[in-house]
């Protein structure tokens, strides 16, 4: 898991053609238009995937448990953010990890800047990030995290590169070193998400009916 990926899958990612993106290599982001677009054309908004075995890298996660994990990436207040989430539970429904974050444009720094906060094992967790490097034309975006868990405060990069119209592939890693934690995501199927969110306005409507 890169649960985490609490900016961005995560969120994240990507192709990149207008005029407003930035170079290749720059790590600049020029303006939230052209970040917000880039995160649009390139199919990185939607409910994301994927299945593995966590490992000892997040402070308030053990290693070794079964998992699997939905990363989902939308737009936010008409477009002036996005609004990222997670969820990570075992084969038997437990929550080993769930959180939600925000990116947006910040004038006085120029700058996309992100907050994430959520719950690792029952346990409260909080963080920062700040874009590492932005690079359309490889529809990859990496991140600087800064996280604070059980009163330690830890360092990460974490990569998000589109591999595909329905894939993503991200990687996370302690910026001072140490065994990288990769995951590949692949699209939850639009109906079955469309569904879901159909039934649940069928039971607030019902609720509001008999109330």
């Known amino acids: 898991m ?3 990926f609490r900016c961005l899958s995560f969120c994240f990612v990507f192709v990149a053609c207008t005029h407003g993106f930035a170079d290749e290599g720059n790590s600049s982001v020029p303006s939230w238009e052209s970040f917000f677009e880039y ?3 390139s199919g990185a908004f939607g409910t994301f995937e994927t299945k593995g075995v966590t ?3 997040w402070e308030g996660i053990e290693a070794g448990q079964e998992y699997t994990a939905t990363y989902t990436l939308e737009p936010a207040e008409d477009g002036k953010s996005i609004r990222a989430s997670h969820r990570m539970e075992t084969a038997s429904g437990q929550v080993i990890s769930i959180g939600v974050g925000l990116q947006y444009w910040d004038q006085r720094t120029n ?7 959520g719950f690792d094992q029952g346990s409260v967790f909080s963080g920062v990030s700040k874009v590492r490097s932005f ?7 990496e991140w600087e995290y800064t996280e604070t868990s059980h009163g ?3 360092k990460y990069l974490q990569t998000i590169q589109q ?3 329905n894939e993503k592939l991200q990687v996370a890693r302690k910026a001072d070193g140490g065994a990288e934690w990769t995951e590949k995501l692949t699209r939850v199927e ?3 998400a469309g569904s879901e969110r159909r039934s649940v306005l069928q039971r607030l409507r019902r609720r509001v009916t008999r109330d």
């Open 163 to 165: 591999t595909g119209a």
């Open 135 to 141: 690079q359309p034309s490889e529809k990859k975006l």
């Open 111 to 117: 700058s996309v800047l992100s907050s994430y906060s």
């Open 2 to 4: 890169n649960a985490r």
């Open 39 to 41: 995160h649009s054309s």
């Open 190 to 192: 639009v109906r079955q």
């Open 55 to 57: 490992q000892g890298m």
């Open 152 to 154: 330690k405060t830890t």
